[in-house]
C-alpha cells in the first residue's frame, strides 16, 4: 500500500472529480490520503472530505502564503479545530520568502503558533519553506527547544545540509514528483541517502505532477511513479518502498490509527 502524505483534493483540478480522482487513485495502490489545508476558510471542506471517505484524513493550518489575511486568527481557534477525530496534523505551515505573498513577520508568527498547537497536542506540523531556509531552522531549533514537537518538511527541495539540520532535530522529511524531474539531480542525491524510517511520499497534487505525467494535472495516483523513482534511487523493490514510507505514516501520524 501506497499513502500521498500531502493532496489538495478541494482544489481545482481534483475537486470536480474528486470521486473519480480517488477511484484512479485506489487502483493504483494508495491506500490512504493525507487532505491538506492552506487558510480557514477551507477547513470545513477538507474535514468533511475526510469524514466521508474512510481513507481520507485532513489537515488544519495556515500556508505562509495566507498569513497576512490570517494575523487575526487565535491559537484557540486552531486548537479547537484539532480536536476533530479526522484531523490528523497541522499545516501546511512554515515560510515562503520566494513569493513573498505575505509579510515575513506574519509569516513567522503563524509559524510559531502552528508549532505552539502542534506541540501541545502532539499532532505532526507540516511545514513549507521556500527560500527561507535558515530562518526556518533558526524558528524550529528555538522552538524545539521549548518542547518536542513532531513534523516534517513537506515537498523538500532545501539543501542537503539543511535536510541533514532537520533530519538532526528529528524532523521527517517528505518528497514530491520534483524528484523526478531531469534537474533535480542535488535532491536525488538527497532521496538516495535519506534515513528509511524518516521518508514520505506525497503529490502535492494538483501540483507538480512528476514523469511521466509532466505538465498534466498531478493526482494522488501519481504518488505510484514517484515511489518507483525514489526506490530507483535508493536501489531497493518499489513494494518495499511503499511498505517503508506507509510504516511511516503510521509512526508519525498516530492519530490516524493505521
Given at each position: 500500500?501506497?499513502?500521498?502524505?500531502?493532496?489538495?483534493?478541494?482544489?481545482?483540478?481534483?475537486?470536480?472529480?474528486?470521486?473519480?480522482?480517488?477511484?484512479?487513485?485506489?487502483?493504483?495502490?494508495?491506500?490512504?490520503?493525507?487532505?491538506?489545508?492552506?487558510?480557514?476558510?477551507?477547513?470545513?471542506?477538507?474535514?468533511?472530505?475526510?469524514?466521508?471517505?474512510?481513507?481520507?484524513?485532513?489537515?488544519?493550518?495556515?500556508?505562509?502564503?495566507?498569513?497576512?489575511?490570517?494575523?487575526?486568527?487565535?491559537?484557540?481557534?486552531?486548537?479547537?479545530?484539532?480536536?476533530?477525530?479526522?484531523?490528523?496534523?497541522?499545516?501546511?505551515?512554515?515560510?515562503?520568502?520566494?513569493?513573498?505573498?505575505?509579510?515575513?513577520?506574519?509569516?513567522?508568527r503563524l509559524f510559531r503558533m502552528h508549532i505552539d498547537v502542534a506541540r501541545e497536542t502532539q499532532l505532526p506540523l507540516i511545514i513549507h519553506t521556500r527560500d527561507a531556509e535558515d530562518d526556518t531552522f533558526a524558528i524550529l531549533a528555538d522552538e524545539m527547544a521549548k518542547g518536542t514537537f513532531p513534523a516534517l518538511i513537506h515537498c523538500f527541495t532545501a539543501s542537503a545540509e539543511f535536510g541533514e539540520k532537520v533530519l538532526e532535530l528529528g524532523l521527517t522529511i517528505s518528497l514530491s514528483g520534483i524528484v523526478t524531474f531531469k534537474n533535480a539531480k542535488g535532491l536525488q542525491d538527497v532521496a538516495a541517502t535519506v534515513p528509511e524510517y524518516r521518508l514520505l511520499i506525497e503529490t502535492d497534487s494538483p501540483f507538480l505532477a512528476p514523469v511521466p505525467h509532466r505538465g498534466?494535472?498531478?493526482?494522488?495516483?501519481?504518488?505510484?511513479?514517484?515511489?518507483?523513482?525514489?526506490?530507483?534511487?535508493?536501489?531497493?523493490?518499489?513494494?518495499?518502498?511503499?511498505?517503508?514510507t506507509t510504516a511511516n505514516f503510521a509512526r508519525l501520524f498516530q492519530k490516524a490509527g493505521l
Open positions: 500500500m501506497l499513502i500521498d502524505s500531502h493532496c489538495h483534493l478541494e482544489y481545482k483540478g481534483l475537486v470536480e472529480d474528486q470521486a473519480g480522482v480517488l477511484t484512479r487513485a485506489r487502483a493504483a495502490g494508495v491506500g490512504a490520503f493525507l487532505n491538506i489545508s492552506t487558510r480557514q476558510s477551507e477547513w470545513d471542506q477538507v474535514v468533511a472530505t475526510a469524514a466521508r471517505e474512510a481513507d481520507v484524513f485532513a489537515s488544519v493550518g495556515i500556508h505562509p502564503h495566507e498569513a497576512d489575511a490570517h494575523q487575526d486568527l487565535g491559537r484557540a481557534a486552531l486548537l479547537a479545530a484539532t480536536e476533530h477525530p479526522r484531523v490528523i496534523a497541522i499545516g501546511e505551515t512554515g515560510l515562503d520568502y520566494y513569493y513573498d505573498h505575505s509579510d515575513r513577520g506574519a509569516q513567522q498534466q494535472v498531478c493526482e494522488p495516483a501519481y504518488v505510484a511513479d514517484t515511489a518507483a523513482f525514489i526506490a530507483n534511487l535508493r536501489r531497493m523493490d518499489t513494494q518495499a518502498l511503499a511498505e517503508q
